[in-house]
């Protein structure tokens, strides 16, 4: 069984940062789509950002474009969420999720039900 262990997420000030990274065991994560989602108190789950396999082309959805940034570190075989100039609104639990069913995805999808392994949920605060 896939299993996605998430590590970093905290309490922090607005404008300031924080690093999310995703950790796989039994499959490698390069040649996979990978996505991070997100949901806040009383809100419906959201995408946040997705990166695909081979394709070097991230996609965000509007509200983080220019603050986050998802990347792959194959070494490490994690990927990773940067999360800068953080705001209020960014408060959320925050998943990340593989789509081990397609192999060298060109694209990634940002569509939820796309993905069928998910990590647990890690908390980022943003709050003054």
């Known amino acids: 069984q896939i299993q996605l262990v998430k590590s970093g997420g905290g309490l922090v000030q607005p404008g300031g940062s924080l690093r999310l990274s995703c950790a796989a065991s039994?499959?490698?994560?390069?040649?996979?789509?990978v996505a991070w989602f997100r949901q806040a108190p009383g809100k419906d789950r959201e995408e946040v950002a997705c990166?695909?396999?081979?394709?070097?082309?991230?996609y965000y959805t509007d509200s983080v474009r220019g603050r986050f940034t998802v990347s792959k570190d194959t070494a490490k075989n994690t990927v990773n969420l940067q999360m800068n100039n953080l705001k209020h609104e960014d408060t959320a639990v925050y998943y990340c999720?593989?789509?081990?069913?397609?192999?060298?995805?060109?694209?990634?999808?940002?569509?939820?039900?796309?993905?069928?392994?998910w990590g647990q949920g890690t908390q980022v605060t943003v709050s003054s």
């Open positions: 990166i695909s396999s081979f394709d070097p082309t991230p």
């Open positions: 039994l499959i490698t994560l390069r040649y996979y789509a």
């Open positions: 999720a593989i789509d081990s069913k397609k192999i060298a995805p060109e694209r990634c999808s940002m569509k939820a039900a796309e993905y069928n392994s």
